[in-house]
């Protein structure tokens, strides 16, 4: 890539000048109107904190993601005065992430801190990965706790919606640990590289460094404009302590704090040069091997003994090869104690970057500011239909935490869902999903009707699990659907006729379940055009070779009917016999209670009719007694 060279050329035409003054002032303008987006939570904080010394605002941790909360141990000199972190147990999964919602949409700089967690499992240094928007942008190394500069990761992104997911991947050592994380707007034009620059680039923050500075410090220490995301600046004296020499001034820096990166002023009055003994100096450092690096150059001319072009020129060489020549600061830049940076982009083979000073002509070299970025390619994301399809799956199977199902299921690369096939998509270019293997893995849920909206499925397996319910219709609309493996668990109803539509399907085990029903005649005769379909331990699966034959073929409204006349039946006969037993209690009280006054009146009328009758009697028998007594006498 060709370099860049970012500063106005000496003696343009007045219509450029024009130009450039009306972009700066514009820009300036817009810049000035408002101040840029900027998000800090302070993870696992309960309430919203102001820190000092600049009465920073961290937001609270609410409602971004899962994990547990603690408390920090040995932060890093460096990191944020917060006292509370999350962690994510490899118990609730591989992949963990702040959902971040609610962003406009622009150029930022996301930086993350981390920290080790005051908890009784959590004392070992965890190593895991860490990615933006899908696109994997850190691997931490051994030793970051103890190494202030690696405590911390940052990157420039580009945010297309309004969410920003910021995921942290186990890698089986340890359990990731967040401390914060920023999320700061910059200039859409920040760090422009050229041709190849945009969406599809995402810049890594490897080393910036504040030459001849003695103490670290951020832009807001150096009272930088908001604009710039507050970088932070290592402070490096010199490279080499037996040859460089550091020199300061408080002179007025012309060209900073201008868009569209805003590097404040305080970056350009400290400088290295070299000395007369060693003429050349160098910058070198470990890098990964086999990756691009932008690399930023800040020149300032704040030597007093250099005041006209010509008195101070160098060559700039990034690994051996001239990547700059004849720099002259003075005549690039129109006059002393101006802002000079140049811009390169190079491919690294090995493990070291070196950048070189040689002086070509007049006093020795100088910098005062050096950047390194990695430019990272930005992954492809997942077709946002196929991932809310995926997220309808893992509720309806009640998927266990330890899947990790969090951030996009096929990026990073490096980190997709378990269980879950990708294959990127040329035309929508979008990842999509091709295959879910989720079999025997205990889940005890059941398929929703969302499934066919995975369209791009060739192969479903979730054999050996407890998933119950009936087959969905809709998968007969997963065209591309070659293998469906739904063996083994307690499905039950009937097989939908739609799955007689799947053309390509030559596998289909639908054995060991509670299925019932006419086998669909479309599914019957395919396993003769080389599939191979499994019926058996279905008990009430009837209707093709070696199932049961079925009786006599009811449609559907049929079969409706007269579930509900035998319904309507039960209940009359039900009723009648309520009826018919009520009837017969009352009769039997009836009769208990006749029975029981019957005895004891019948009892009183034959004892009063006796009493009647001998009454009757005595008085027949009366008179006659007496005509005898008479006769006698």
């Known amino acids: 890539m060709m370099p860049h060279l970012h500063l106005l050329l000496v003696r343009p035409p007045l219509a450029l000048l024009l130009f450039l003054a009306a972009s700066t002032t514009t820009t300036r303008f817009c810049g000035a109107a408002r101040e840029p987006f900027a998000l800090r939570v302070s993870c696992g904080a309960r309430d919203d904190i102001r820190t000092l010394p600049a009465n920073t605002l961290w937001h609270k941790d609410f409602a971004y993601t899962g994990g547990r909360v603690g408390n920090v141990s040995h932060p890093s ?275 070291t970057l070196t950048i070189a000073f040689h002086p070509a002509k007049g006093s020795l070299a100088i910098i005062n500011a050096i950047e390194v970025f990695e430019v990272i390619p930005a992954e492809f994301k997942t077709l946002t239909e196929e991932v809310g399809a995926l997220e309808i799956l893992k509720n309806a199977l009640g998927l266990p935490l330890r899947f990790g199902w969090n951030g996009d299921p096929c990026v990073p690369q490096q980190h997709p869902w378990s269980g879950v096939d990708c294959q990127f998509d040329r035309r929508s270019a979008k990842w999509v999903i091709d295959g879910l293997g989720l079999d025997n893995q205990g889940l005890r849920g059941f398929l929703p009707s969302g499934i066919s909206k995975l369209r791009h499925l060739q192969t479903i397996n979730l054999s050996g699990n407890a998933i119950h319910g009936p087959i969905p219709d809709s998968l007969g609309r997963v065209s591309a659907l070659e293998t469906l493996d739904l063996s083994y668990n307690v499905l039950n109803g009937s097989i939908p006729e739609t799955l007689g539509q799947l053309k390509r399907l030559r596998i289909l085990n639908l054995n060991g379940n509670f299925l019932s029903g006419r086998v669909p005649a479309s599914l019957g005769g395919r396993p003769l055009h080389r599939a191979s379909f499994n019926f058996t331990g279905n008990g009430g699966l009837c209707g093709i070779p070696g199932l049961p034959s079925c009786g006599p073929h009811l449609s559907s409204v049929a079969k409706i009917g007269i579930a509900l006349g035998s319904v309507l039946a039960f209940l009359l006969l039900g009723t009648c016999l309520i009826c018919w037993r009520k009837r017969r209690q009352n009769i039997l009280r009836a009769q208990r209670i006749a029975t029981a006054r019957e005895a004891s009146y019948a009892k009183a009328r034959t004892q009063s009719s006796r009493d009647l009758q001998m009454g009757k009697q005595q008085r027949i028998q009366e008179p006659f007694r007496n005509s005898v007594n008479s006769g006698l006498t």
């Open 77 to 351: 000199p460096n990191a944020p005065p917060l006292k509370t972190l999350r962690y994510f147990p490899l118990s609730d999964g591989p992949e963990n992430c702040y959902h971040i919602s609610n962003i406009p949409l622009g150029h930022y700089s996301v930086r993350f801190f981390f920290a080790l967690a005051a908890e009784p499992n959590a004392q070992n240094e965890p190593l895991f990965d860490v990615s933006i928007e899908g696109t994997q942008i850190y691997s931490l190394r051994s030793g970051w706790s103890t190494i202030a500069e690696e405590s911390f990761v940052e990157a420039l992104i580009f945010a297309t919606d309004s969410l920003v997911s910021c995921c942290f991947h186990s890698t089986g050592h340890g359990d990731p640990s967040i401390l914060s994380i920023e999320i700061l707007q910059v200039d859409e034009s920040a760090y422009y590289l050229g041709q190849s620059w945009g969406k599809e680039m995402v810049l890594r923050t490897v080393r910036r460094l504040s030459c001849g500075s003695r103490k670290v410090a951020f832009d807001e220490d150096y009272n930088g404009n908001h604009w710039g995301g507050d970088r932070f600046w290592t402070a490096i004296k010199g490279f080499d302590e037996k040859s460089d020499q550091s020199i300061s001034t408080e002179n007025k820096i012309s060209g900073a704090s201008i868009a569209p990166n805003f590097y404040p002023e305080k970056l350009y009055q400290s400088a290295i040069v070299s000395s007369d003994s060693h003429s050349q100096m160098s910058f070198q450092m470990e890098v990964d091997p086999n990756k691009n690096y932008s690399l930023w150059l800040h020149f300032a001319e704040i030597d007093p003994v250099v005041t006209r072009q010509g008195q101070r020129v160098f060559d700039i060489l990034i690994n051996d090869d001239i990547a700059f020549k004849n720099v002259d600061i003075v005549r690039m830049t129109g006059k002393p104690n101006t802002v000079l940076v140049l811009n390169k982009t190079v491919a690294v083979r090995g493990r």
